[in-house]
C-alpha cells in the first residue's frame, strides 16, 4: 500500500515571471507504506524541493503529488495543514525546535494541534523521549541540549502524533558522524518497532547505507532507484 | 489554548529590552491620559463644589421676570419666609440677597459695583470671601451704615477701613438712590471680578436704598453634593409654584456641564491620536519581532498550524503586552492622581492666584481626581487598540509560504 505517490512532478523557482531555477524536471516516485528510504543527490538536484512537495509545504508547478492517497493539490491551505498535523512527521536539518519550548513541550506540540487530551499527550512523550533517550532531560530548552539531543526531540515530535509518514530532510547534516550514526539507528529502531515510513534526503553515505532503498536525483530528475534485498546487511544497524 | 498562551508569553520575554519599550510606551501612553482625564475631573469636581469662591449655589431662586435684566422692582416678597419653609438636604446652607448695580464713589474716584445686601451670618457660609476680611472687620448683622469693598476695588478707589464710600442706585420707584456708608472692611477673593466690582452691605440697609420692602432679588441654596442639585430643584419648583424661577448650577454654568460631557470624547479623541503615535512604534516593533521569527512561524506551520494559528498566537502577543501595558498604565496614572489629589502636583499658586473656568472661578491648586469613566474608557481603547496592533504583522507573517518561511535566515 502507497503512502506517497509523485506522479510527473515538476517544480520551477519564478523570479520577475521568469524561470530562473528548474528544481524538479519530472519525477514519479512511489512510497510503500514502512519504507526506510533516502533520496540521495549532490547539493541542488532537488532533494529538499521533493520533500516539500511531498510535505505539502509547497506546490508543484505541474504534476500531482499524493499523500495516504489524497491528491495534495486539491487541497486548500487549511486542509494542507491539517493533512500535515496527522499524516506527516518532520525532521528538520536544523532541528528547527521552538526555543520557548521545553523538550517535553516540543515534542507534545503536535498532539496538542490535534486535541489530543493533556493526560494521553503527558503520557505519549514520556515513553516517546524514553525511547529515544532523553529520559530526565524533559523540562530542557532547546538551547539547554547539544545537537544530539534536539534532533531527538525532533524525531519525537515526528512520530509523536503517529503520523503515516516522516520526513527527514538532512536530518544528520549538524550533527557528528557518532551522533548521526546513533539517531539513524533510533529512527531505524522506530521504524522496525511502530512501523513508521521514513524519508530522508542525504548525502551522507551512512544515512544511504542504513537505508532499504535510495532513489538518486541528479539535476532535478531519478537518476537510480534502488532497493536493498531483504537479507542485505546494513551498514548503520549493527 | 494553554500551549499557545504560553508560547506567547514566553515569547514576549526572549527580548525583554523591546517589550519593556513597547509596553512603556502604551503604558506611559496611558498614565498621561489618566492623569489628564484626572485633572479635568479635578477641576470639574471642584467647580461644582466650591461654588462659594464665587458666592454661586447649586441651586438659585428669582422672581420670574427679574433675570436677565435684573430690575430692581421684581424680587421675591417676605424672603424670610420664603426661607424658612424650604426643605433642604442636611448639610446644605441658604441665603436671600438683595441685588443691585450702583456706582461707588470714594474720595479719589468711582466705579461701577454689584450691591449686595445680605444677612451676615448666613452670608459666611455661602461666599468663601465674604469671611476672607484682611483688613478691618467683617459685616456685623444690623451693621446699616458698614459696608465690606473688595480688595482691588479699595485700590482702585484708594478706601481704607474707616473711609466713607457713596453708594448711588436707581431706586425701585425709579428715582435715583444714595447713601453714603463706612467701609468696615476689605475682603479678599480669588476672583479679579468680585474684588474689582462687589460691594456688600447689610440686606435691610440695601433695601432701604432701593426703596424696597422685605424683599430679596436671589435665594442661594449650596449643597453639599452637586448631584442634588436637580432633585432640589424640581423639590422647589413644586414648592414656589410660577411666581419663582429656580435654576440649578449647570444651568447658570452650561458651558460647565459641556466641558464634562466633552471629556469623554475628548478622552477618545487624545487616546487615539496618543496612540496613532505610540501604536505605530509598537506595531513596527511588533513587525520586527515577527519577521525575527519567520523560520519559526514556518516550522510551526509546517506541523500543522493554520494560518489563523499563527495569528492567534501574534494577536496573544499583543494581547500579553496591550494586558501588561494597560495594568502599568492605570497604575502609574492613578498613582499621579492620587498624588495630585491634594493640590501639591499641578500647583500654579506662584504664577496665579486662581482659574476660570466656565464661569466659575477655582483655586490655583487643582486637585486631581479618579475620572472613573473616562479613565475605563481609555484603558479599554488602550487594551483593544494594543491587541488589534497584532494584526498586521500577524496577517503579513500568515500569508507566507510554509516553505518560503522555512529558507528564511
Do not use: C
Not at chain 1, 528544481?23 to 526506510?36: C, H, P, S, T, Y
Amino acid at each position: 500500500m502507497s503512502v506517497v505517490r509523485v506522479a510527473g512532478v515538476k517544480k520551477s523557482y519564478l523570479a520577475k515571471g521568469k524561470v530562473v531555477t528548474e528544481a524538479l524536471r519530472g519525477v514519479d516516485l512511489v512510497v510503500e507504506k514502512g519504507e526506510f528510504m533516502a533520496i540521495a543527490g549532490p547539493s541542488g538536484s532537488g532533494k529538499t524541493t521533493l520533500l516539500n512537495l511531498i510535505g505539502a509545504l509547497d506546490t508543484p508547478t505541474s504534476g500531482t503529488v499524493e499523500v495516504d492517497g489524497r491528491d495534495l493539490g486539491t487541497l486548500s491551505p487549511n486542509e494542507q495543514a491539517d493533512l500535515r498535523r496527522d499524516r506527516i512527521g518532520f525532521v528538520f536539518q536544523a532541528y528547527n525546535l521552538i526555543p520557548v519550548l521545553s523538550a517535553a513541550e516540543n515534542a507534545e506540540y503536535v498532539m496538542g494541534l490535534k486535541r489530543v487530551p493533556a493526560a494521553e499527550r503527558r503520557r505519549r512523550v514520556a515513553e516517546l523521549l524514553a525511547q529515544v533517550g532523553l529520559e530526565g532531560l524533559e523540562e530542557k530548552r532547546p538551547l539547554e541540549m547539544s545537537g544530539g539531543q534536539q534532533q531527538r526531540v525532533a524525531v519525537a515530535r515526528a512520530i509523536a502524533a503517529e503520523p503515516a509518514v516522516v520526513l527527514a530532510d538532512e536530518p544528520t547534516a549538524n550533527l557528528d558522524q557518532a551522533t548521526g550514526r546513533a539517531l539513524v539507528e533510533m529512527m531505524r529502531r522506530l521504524n522496525r518497532d511502530r512501523g513508521v515510513t521514513f524519508i530522508f534526503s542525504s548525502h551522507d553515505p551512512m544515512v544511504l547505507e542504513s537505508a532499504d532503498r535510495v532513489v538518486r536525483l541528479v539535476d532535478g530528475k531519478v537518476a537510480s532507484d534502488e532497493r536493498k534485498s531483504p537479507g542485505e546487511p546494513q551498514a548503520a544497524s549493527s | 489554548m494553554r500551549l499557545l498562551l504560553a508560547i506567547s508569553w514566553r515569547n514576549l520575554w526572549r527580548n525583554r529590552r523591546r517589550t519593556l519599550i513597547s509596553m512603556s510606551a502604551a503604558g506611559l501612553g496611558l498614565a498621561l491620559i489618566v492623569f489628564y482625564v484626572g485633572w479635568i475631573e479635578g477641576m470639574i469636581g471642584e467647580a461644582k463644589n466650591q461654588l462659594d469662591n464665587t458666592g454661586m449655589g447649586h441651586v438659585e431662586v428669582y422672581a420670574k421676570g427679574w433675570r436677565p435684566r435684573r430690575p430692581v422692582e421684581v424680587a421675591l416678597a417676605d424672603s424670610k419666609g420664603l426661607l424658612s419653609t424650604l426643605e433642604l438636604p442636611a448639610g446644605a446652607d441658604a441665603g436671600a440677597r438683595v441685588v443691585a448695580r450702583a456706582l461707588a464713589s470714594g474720595a479719589h474716584g468711582a466705579q461701577g459695583v454689584t450691591v449686595l445686601g445680605v444677612d451676615p451670618e448666613r452670608e459666611l457660609r455661602l461666599s468663601k470671601h465674604f469671611g476672607d476680611v484682611r483688613q478691618g472687620e467683617r459685616l456685623a448683622p444690623g451693621d446699616g451704615r458698614g459696608v465690606l469693598v473688595g480688595e482691588k476695588l479699595a485700590e482702585k478707589l484708594q478706601l481704607k477701613v474707616g473711609h466713607k464710600l457713596k453708594l448711588m442706585v436707581q431706586g425701585a420707584d425709579g428715582e435715583m438712590g444714595v447713601d453714603v456708608f463706612r467701609v468696615r472692611g476689605i475682603f479678599h477673593s480669588i476672583a479679579a471680578p468680585l474684588s474689582r466690582a462687589t460691594v456688600f452691605v447689610d440686606a435691610p440697609a440695601a433695601q432701604k436704598l432701593l426703596g424696597l420692602g422685605e424683599v430679596a432679588h436671589q435665594l442661594v441654596v449650596q449643597l453639599p453634593d452637586a448631584t442634588q442639585a436637580d432633585e432640589v430643584k424640581r423639590a422647589m419648583e413644586q414648592r414656589l409654584g410660577d411666581r419663582a424661577e429656580v435654576v440649578t448650577y449647570a444651568e447658570l454654568m452650561p458651558a460647565l456641564l459641556e466641558i464634562e460631557q466633552m471629556t469623554g470624547t475628548m478622552t477618545v479623541v487624545i487616546t487615539l491620536f496618543v496612540y496613532l503615535l505610540v501604536g505605530l512604534g509598537i506595531m513596527n516593533t511588533m513587525l520586527m519581532s515577527v519577521l525575527e521569527r519567520t523560520r519559526e512561524l514556518g516550522v510551526m506551520r509546517a506541523l500543522g498550524e493554520r494560518p489563523r494559528g499563527i495569528v492567534a498566537l501574534i494577536l496573544a502577543e499583543s494581547f500579553w503586552i496591550a494586558l501588561l501595558s494597560v495594568a502599568a498604565g492605570l497604575a502609574l496614572g492613578l498613582a499621579a492622581v492620587w498624588a495630585g489629589a491634594d493640590g501639591s502636583l499641578l500647583d500654579f499658586s506662584k504664577s496665579t492666584e486662581s482659574w476660570e473656568m466656565a464661569g466659575t472661578v477655582l483655586d490655583a491648586r487643582v486637585r486631581t481626581a479618579v475620572a472613573v469613566r473616562p479613565t475605563i474608557e481609555a484603558a479599554a481603547l488602550v487594551f483593544v487598540l494594543t491587541t488589534l496592533i497584532g494584526i498586521y504583522p500577524a496577517w503579513r507573517i500568515s500569508k507566507v509560504e510554509p516553505a518560503k518561511a522555512l529558507r528564511a535566515n
